[in-house]
């Protein structure tokens, strides 16, 4: 009952009144939330429908060998061959299986975690998901430090780290990887041609330096699936966020969902600047059509469900 009454108000998932930057309807409470468990089991069960997210999290050994042809996911008419290092570090089973955990936090990359102060509160979660290798140790007090699964976008390597054009670039980004020890880094790497060397790179500098870092690829359904679930309750979501995969995997794995970082606005609530990420200048058109993402219908969606206790969305300071 809850759940179609979930849907129904999702069906009303206009997002026009946001598209004028008025974050201001977004002025939400933390105090006095409290989890809805009978929603949390109701919403799991509805995505389990679409996707599990054991096995759609990453493909396993078992499904590929090596010189095999896939068509990438979102641009069909383009081939990836799998590499024998990539088939090196395809999990032999699930990264993910039969994992549980009480409380997990899901990270997004918004600069409203700037001056949070909820960087204790974040590590105190038993799984913590985070999104394309965002420095934490500059930002600890903000974000945390602790990353459990951590994803990362092929274009991270141009834009992070150089392209690994200097020794110094892949140094430092085996040393990210490194503190990362046998947390999960989850690679989109079947999504869209264009990021395949960084991708081989990427390989090839875990392999070499034996990186304990284990390493998964989202299964070809995975992003077809997701969006099947969010178009089924009226959230049209062409290519869904990192973000909302993460919270949609999530819900298989973890009873109670906090998410911080989700703020796709450029202004608080007071109309104070938001950068666009927390640890760099990349600025972001949050309304442009151009953009693969529709991050403001997304944050109505969740905002949606922390009122009705479905997940926890942190904007303000954490106390
Ligand atoms: N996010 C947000 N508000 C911002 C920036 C990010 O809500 N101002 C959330 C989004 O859900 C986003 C996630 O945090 O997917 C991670 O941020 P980022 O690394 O910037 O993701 P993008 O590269 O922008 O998007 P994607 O990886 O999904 O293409």
């Known amino acids: 009952d809850s759940y179609m009454s979930l849907s129904r108000s999702m069906i009303n998932s206009s997002d026009k009144i946001i598209r004028k930057g008025s974050s201001s309807i977004f002025h939400h409470s933390v105090e006095g939330w409290k989890i809805n468990s009978s929603l949390v ?5 509805n995505i389990l429908r679409f996707l ?5 999290v990453s493909v396993v050994k078992s499904s590929f060998k090596p010189g095999d042809v896939i ?10 061959n799998i590499s024998q290092d990539l088939h090196r570090l395809l999990p032999e ?3 993910m299986k039969n994992r549980r955990f009480k409380t997990c936090a899901v990270v997004g990359n918004s600069g409203i975690l700037l001056d949070s102060g909820c960087g204790k ?9 985070r999104c394309n290798l965002a420095p934490v140790v500059e930002f600890a007090s903000d974000v945390g430090t602790k990353s459990d699964f951590i994803t ?8 992070a780290f150089g392209g690994f ?3 110094s670039d892949r140094e430092k980004f085996v040393h990210r990887l490194s503190m990362l020890n046998d947390s999960v880094l989850w690679i989109p790497a079947f999504m869209v041609k264009g990021g395949e060397k960084h991708v081989e790179w990427v390989n090839a500098l875990i392999l070499k330096n034996k990186l304990k870092v284990r390493t998964a690829y989202p299964s070809l359904r995975l992003i077809h699936a997701v969006r099947g679930y969010w178009l089924t309750n009226k959230v049209h979501i062409k290519r869904p966020s990192t973000g909302l995969l993460m919270y949609t995997l999530a819900t298989r794995f973890c009873d109670e969902i906090h998410l911080y970082g989700f703020w796709p606005f450029p202004k608080d609530l007071n109309g104070k600047p938001v950068k666009y990420h927390y640890y760099d200048d990349l600025k972001y058109r949050y309304f442009s059509n151009a953009s693969p993402h529709r991050m403001p219908l997304e944050f109505k ?3 949606m469900l922390h009122n009705r206790g479905a997940l926890k969305l942190t904007t303000g300071k954490c106390v």
């Open 152 to 159: 990362m976008n092929p274009s991270v390597v141009q834009r």
């Open 121 to 129: 509160e974040i590590d105190n979660h038993d799984f913590v998901i």
């Open 93 to 95: 089973v699930s990264p």
């Open 41 to 45: 089991l109701e919403i799991r069960k």
């Open 165 to 167: 054009r200097n020794e």
């Open 71 to 80: 068509h990438y996911v979102l641009d069909r008419r383009r081939t990836l």
């Open 52 to 56: 599990d997210a054991e096995r759609d």
């Open 301 to 303: 969606t969740l905002y």
